[in-house]
């Protein structure tokens, strides 16, 4: 069973799915208002009480973060950059955008849309708090009061100048504004990020240091995602910048192996693995366009003793339009869609869908270097 994100629903055009990390999150948020939070503001509520509200706020609180990430993903759209989809996880909400805002203007009202929309949930839900305090049950008012203040604590936290955060993509705005230069202010904004996250990780130990083994565990995790995403975010800019100009047909290896649904999993371990040694292979159709692909790891994960009984056809992965490419795409295009569909290879086909060569990571990696004067 695949550890990627669960779909879940679409809200308002936009696919939202969950990884699993989010329900290590969910549990602990919940554990942690019925346990802590919420004992302290209702003395007198049972614990089957107390744990139902936790869940409820926890669910909540996902609620806010879902619609902070609709917010940033409206005005991306808005602005042409498309949304793969929503994803909740660990640290809360991403909306995947498949490229960099078009301009700098562009890039500071995607950044500010989710704050805006936190803040403006927060002071909604501290409103309804303040009409439900002489008729509301108490148990409800305590719920809507915690998300009201999470939610301003939500967009507080986001506007830090912290890249990839929505702070450092304003700040990053600015200094694309000011330089005309989306990879320097990226690098910047990135080293801005990265020291955020250092900070972060001390202030973990120091908790930890202290006695709050708990807390200062989850902040020097928070700071170790910030210091990885600040230097991804950078690599990918810079990489889609150096890469720009160069075709995907310079790159691609050729001529590509493909199978058929016909063939026995047996039959293509004899005659194409065992002999080639590729790791993925396109599966098509008799007028040779594009099924799907089937992955050594599924061929092998085959039964020996069923091999010679199943097909290609019952084991091959269809593709999704972000894992394939054309061959007179530029190569940043290729990179971006391998970060997209978290993949290391992609299939090339021309027009009628019919596969004309194979991407690899590495054969990327190896273009990049050289173009930035590196050993590959």
Do not use: C
Request: glycine share 10%; no cysteine.
């Amino acid at each position: 069973m695949s550890d990627g994100p669960r779909p879940l629903f679409s809200l308002v055009g936009f696919p939202v799915s969950v990884d699993p990390s989010w329900l290590f999150v969910a549990a602990l948020i919940t554990w942690s208002l019925a346990t802590g939070v919420f004992p302290a503001a209702l003395p007198q509520a049972s614990t089957a009480a107390l744990w139902a509200l936790g869940g409820l706020a926890t669910l909540g609180f996902f609620a806010s973060v879902l619609l902070h990430e609709v917010a940033h993903s409206v005005v991306a759209k808005r602005y042409g950059v498309g949304i793969r989809g929503i994803r909740l996880w660990l640290f809360g909400g991403v909306a995947e955008m498949d490229r960099e805002p078009p301009s700098a203007r562009a890039e500071f009202f995607i950044a500010v849309a989710g704050p805006v929309m936190s803040v403006a949930l927060g002071a909604a839900l501290w409103g309804v708090e303040t009409m439900l305090l002489d008729i509301g049950p108490q148990g409800l008012i305590t719920v809507v009061g915690y998300l009201g203040t999470i939610n301003l604590v939500l967009a507080g936290f986001n506007l830090l100048p912290a890249f990839p955060l929505d702070g450092g993509r304003v700040a990053r705005a600015a200094l694309w504004a000011w330089r005309d230069d989306l990879v320097w202010a990226t690098r910047v904004t990135g080293q801005i990020g990265g020291w955020f996250g250092a900070g972060f990780i001390a202030l973990g130990v120091l908790d930890a240091i202290g006695g709050d083994v708990m807390g200062g565990v989850w902040i020097g995790v928070l700071g170790l995602f910030l210091r990885s995403a600040a230097r991804q975010q950078v690599e990918a800019v810079v990489a889609r910048s150096v890469l720009a100009d160069v075709a995907v047909a310079e790159v691609m290896r050729r001529p590509v192996k493909t199978l058929t649904p016909d063939l026995t999993v047996q039959q293509a371990i004899d005659e194409y693995v065992v002999k080639l040694h590729h790791k993925l292979y396109p599966v098509v159709d008799a007028e040779r366009r594009l099924l799907g692909t089937v992955h050594l790891r599924e061929l092998a994960t085959v039964p020996a003793t069923a091999r010679a009984a199943t097909r290609i056809d019952d084991i091959y992965a269809a593709l999704e339009p972000h894992q394939v490419v054309a061959p007179d795409d530029d190569v940043s295009v290729a990179w971006a869609k391998m970060n997209q569909s978290r993949v290391g290879r992609l299939v090339v086909v021309d027009p009628e869908r019919r596969p004309v060569g194979m991407l690899a990571l590495k054969d990327l990696l190896e273009v990049l270097a050289l173009r930035q004067g590196k050993t590959p």
